[in-house]
């Protein structure tokens, strides 16, 4: 199967700030490919609004279940690309990491890649102080 476009899918729930800070860096990321972002709002109580720069690449699909996994399930669902990436609401990928993935994807068709993502800074700092 060969790359024919990538079906970013962000599931998100109440996440403010960091979320919009996610949905831009996968936008700015995915500018020169074939792909769509599919944004799976999990709240029940917050509707979710974006830029109107986005709407031509973004999709927002209220979950009428609950859970991260369904969100998932959701936005495969609703996928129009073959390729998916899933990320969580506090992730930041590049241009770079895309192109990274678009290559593996050649080379290992049918595999599951993983990748070290950056998280924002405040996220980063919050992280230090929290004991796991």
């Given at each position: 199967m060969s790359f024919n476009g990538l079906s970013i899918i962000i599931?998100?729930?109440d996440r403010g700030t960091v979320f919009y800070?996610?949905?831009?860096?996968?936008?700015r990321a995915s500018l020169m490919?074939?792909?769509e972002i599919?944004?799976?709002?999990?709240s029940k109580s917050n509707l979710l609004v974006i830029d109107t720069k986005y709407e031509y690449r973004v999709k927002i699909?209220?979950?009428i279940k609950s859970g991260v996994?369904?969100?998932r399930n959701l936005g495969a669902k609703n996928a129009k690309?073959?390729?998916?990436?899933?990320?969580?609401?506090?992730?930041?990928?590049?241009?770079?990491?895309?192109?990274?993935?678009?290559?593996?994807?050649?080379?290992?068709?049918?595999a599951a890649i993983n990748f070290?993502?950056?998280?924002?800074?405040?996220?980063?700092?919050?992280?230090k102080k929290t004991q796991f």
């Open positions: 599931p998100t729930k800070k996610t949905l831009d860096a996968a936008y490919i074939s792909a599919i944004v799976i709002n999990d699909i209220d979950n996994a369904s969100a690309y073959s390729h998916f990436l899933f990320l969580d609401d506090d992730i930041l990928i590049t241009s770079n990491n895309i192109a990274d993935l678009i290559q593996d994807i050649g080379k290992y068709p049918n070290n993502w950056t998280y924002p800074l405040e996220l980063t700092e919050q992280i």
